[in-house]
T-cell receptor, first 114, second 115 residues
């Protein structure tokens, strides 16, 4: 079945450092890919998405490119801020499963220190 | 516009009891999904409702059930609670058209503790 694998956290960075959170996926079909973010005490918010190969999703300085050849969707940001501290989830939606739902990775906690 | 609203935010139950959680989606959204979030299992899909019909179901036992009303509000029920049901239950809504789950709008969740 479908699955999403994320790098283990927590990831601890200093403010203005470069961020990469790795995400790879396994899917039976041709999925759409998402990054969601969960701030403390809140629900998940969509950060960015990509629906086909080579698409780049971007939002709030974050970027991720849909790489079909490597089945990856790594999240990057050039300069993180303390306010970026949160848990980040990679997810996919695959029409071919016949199930209209998101499959999530385990989440990566990001801690940004001033 | 108002976001997804879940009630109650926190609740404590004992084993064997049952619980009902409520979710009001964003106005105009016809699809409501429920997810269970635990430290060990992460985020797992429970079920999805669209226009009062359960359209998709995850791999949870029959103790977990749900329904959707004509105004798109949804409830989920867990009967005969077990300790392992302690979790954050997240509701998400979207317009619901198409065959792929798209951008989900999540509520803040209902945190259930089973003692």
């Amino acid at each position: 079945g479908d699955s999403v694998t994320q790098m283990e956290g927590p990831v601890t960075l200093s403010e203005e450092a470069f961020l990469t959170i790795n995400c790879t996926y396994t899917a039976t079909g041709y999925p759409s890919l998402f990054w969601y973010v969960q701030y403390p005490g809140e629900g998940l918010q969509l950060l960015l998405k990509a629906t086909k190969a080579d698409d780049k999703g971007s939002n709030k300085g974050f970027e991720a490119t849909y790489r079909k050849e490597t089945t990856s969707f790594h999240l990057e940001k050039g300069s993180v801020q303390v306010s970026d501290s949160a848990v980040y989830f990679c997810a996919l939606s695959d029409r071919d499963t016949g199930r209209r739902a998101l499959t999530f990775g385990s989440g990566t906690r990001l801690q940004v220190q001033p | 516009k108002a976001g997804v609203t879940q009630t109650p935010r926190y609740l404590i139950k004992t084993r064997g009891q049952q619980v009902t959680l409520s979710c009001s989606p964003i106005s105009g959204h016809r699809s409501v999904s429920w997810y269970q979030q635990t430290p060990g299992q992460g985020l797992q899909f429970l079920f999805e409702y669209f226009s009062e019909t359960q359209r998709n179901k995850g791999n949870f036992p029959g103790r977990f059930s749900g329904r959707q009303f004509s105004n798109s509000r949804s409830e989920m029920n867990v009967s005969t609670l077990e300790l392992g049901d302690s979790a954050l239950y997240l509701c998400a809504s979207e317009a619901g058209e198409g065959t792929l789950a798209g951008e989900l709008f999540f509520g803040e969740g209902s945190r259930l503790t089973v003692l």
